[in-house]
């Protein structure tokens, strides 16, 4: 740590001072003070080259939420950015309300956000040409061309094409191992996973995004939410790649669902389902919903060590679970719904 602390003094002039504190005891990021109080955020190992690039990019689209801005660089060893002050999602504010409507607005206006990305180099070049002198009106048959030929090096169609293929092999392989663990466990019946999975390797259209691209924040869930003190919500835990449509929205109200206190925790989760069965694409809410629920079902019993807590709360993430599966069987074939003596 005292290398990462030197190397920091010696390219950008911020000395540490005091003690520096681990963020989770098997957390990679660390926070500290400098000489003038401010704190930092250091996460160890060089950062993810796309999400980085894409972190930056932010501050050019305003986002409706505060996020790490890098003070380091893509090559560094580390990632170095100033420290977000604010109570934790996870520490009781989750379920509240307001604060799922804000979240869930959020996931609404990040794949906007994502979409946009592909206006950066757009943008940066005006910015570029306005402080050289330029008027827009000088620059704007010369940068046309461009604009045409390249509508934006982050969403190409080599770059859809392979964050398609990316999305449908993660899934797979999550669906696979979260099966294979259920199954091991004799938690949830092995029929009703392998229903599920069938469906998990099949629909590639999860993963086709309906404009732009299919980047998400690969764990946006209460650990990596805070509330500023202006009720700002601060997204943190940023790692950015392909995912399914809806995996965002779905792996947050699984969370909420699984760590709340209320008497039916799973009736939100259920509301918000049932209340897309209008609306297009349902058949993929339904699937995207069953497997966001399996995900951190299993997620959650691995990091309790199979409590018998835990194990309670599998029981109704299962009724809940067969019931997307059920209800997708028979959009896709017309066929009554699957007994329980089936599953």
Known sequence: MEAFLE??????????????????????????????????????????????????????????????????????????????????????????????????????????????????????RALRLRNEGFSPSRSREASRPKALADPGETVSNHHQRQDIDCSFQWTKDRANACCDFMRTSCIWPETLLDAFKAYAHSMQSIHFAIAGNNLSHTALVPEHLVLDDHKTLCILGWRIEPRPRFFMMYSYLAWEALYSGKPDPFDDYRARLLGNRSRPFYDQHLLVAAFCLLDQVERCLSSHAFSQAWVEKARPAEDLFRDCVERLDTLKTGRPALSNADL
């Open 7 to 124: 190397d920091i003094a010696d390219r950008y002039h911020i000395h540490a001072s005091g003690s520096i504190h681990r963020m989770g005891s098997a957390s990679c990021s660390w926070r500290f003070s400098d000489v003038s109080g401010k704190q930092w955020v250091l996460k160890t190992g060089r950062p993810d080259a796309r999400t980085f690039t894409i972190l930056q990019g932010f501050a050019l689209l305003f986002p409706p939420f505060r996020h790490p801005e890098p003070t380091s660089r893509v090559d560094d060893p580390y990632l170095l950015y100033p420290f977000m002050d604010g109570v934790p999602l996870d520490q009781g504010l989750f379920e509240t309300p307001e604060v799922v409507a804000q979240v869930l607005e959020v996931i609404d206006r990040l794949p906007v956000l994502m979409r946009s990305l592909a206006l950066i180099p757009q943008f940066e």
